[in-house]
T-cell receptor, first 113, second 112 residues
Framework: EAQVTQNPRYLITVTGKKLTVTCSQN?????MSWYRQDPGLGLRQIYY???????DKGDVPEGYKVSRKEKRNFPLILESPSPNQTSLYFC????????????FGQGTRLTVV | SQQGEEDPQALSIQEGENATMNCSYK?????LQWYRQNSGRGLVHLIL?????REKHSGRLRVTLDTSKKSSSLLITASRAADTASYFC????????????FGQGTTLQVKP
């Protein structure tokens, strides 16, 4: 089954404690991205990757890092989480960015206290 | 920055009625896509319409695109309780990296 898998689904952490949210897709997609969703603000892109070892900032990259060492994986790293990063996070993949449909993971609800 | 803006923000109808949601955007696009999100879950792609297309159908869904007005509409016919969800439009712009820019969504409630 074609899917994008995120882990964990729910996470509560404390300010400053580094964390990683994993994302994996099994569709051999080149394009992957991370979004955060906040009430009243919709989905905003954090980072994206057009292929292995190619990543770039989206609209709200501050406080986040990503890496793309393998085609299937695109982890999101919060080196020092802060309460304003409390949000619902989604990973997405597609064959070619906005040119084709995107497949989304089920989301990670992160709470930073 | 957000490109698309959906209207209305919330819509409540009875089962069997049609639901229409509108999306406006500000700049030229490659395509416009509609997604559905059930509460707190991932987005599911519904339909993609390219900038040179005016109308597209998929089952009970009908999407129109008017590039002169920079607007699109999503019509769900004969709605069902299972259609209750949030609906988002997303645009892909020319010369861009291919990223999608999402609107803030329309929340649809279909009452049985």
């Amino acid at each position: 089954e074609a899917q994008v898998t995120q882990n964990p689904r729910y996470l509560i952490t404390v300010t400053g404690k580094k964390l990683t949210v994993t994302c994996s897709q099994n569709m051999n997609h080149e394009y992957m991205s991370w979004y955060r969703q906040d009430p009243g603000l919709g989905l905003r892109q954090i980072y994206y990757s057009m292929n292995v070892e190619v990543t770039d900032k989206g609209d709200v990259p501050e406080g986040y890092k990503v890496s793309r060492k393998e085609k299937r994986n695109f982890p999101l790293i919060l080196e020092s989480p802060s309460p304003n990063q409390t949000s619902l996070y989604f990973c997405a993949s597609s064959t070619s960015g906005g040119w084709t449909e995107a497949f989304f993971g089920q989301g990670t609800r992160l709470t930073v206290v | 920055s957000q490109q698309g803006e959906e209207d209305p923000q919330a819509l409540s109808i009875q089962e069997g009625e049609n639901a229409t949601m509108n999306c406006s955007y500000k700049t030229s696009i490659n395509n416009l896509q509609w997604y559905r999100q059930n509460s707190g879950r991932g987005l599911v792609h519904l339909i993609l319409i390219r900038s040179n297309e005016r109308e597209k159908h998929s089952g009970r869904l009908r999407v129109t695109l008017d590039t002169s007005k920079k607007s699109s509409s999503l019509l769900i016919t004969a709605s069902r309780a299972a259609d209750t969800a949030s609906y988002f439009c997303a645009t892909s712009r020319p010369g861009n990296t291919g990223k999608l820019i999402f609107g803030q969504g329309t929340t649809l409630q279909v009452k049985p």
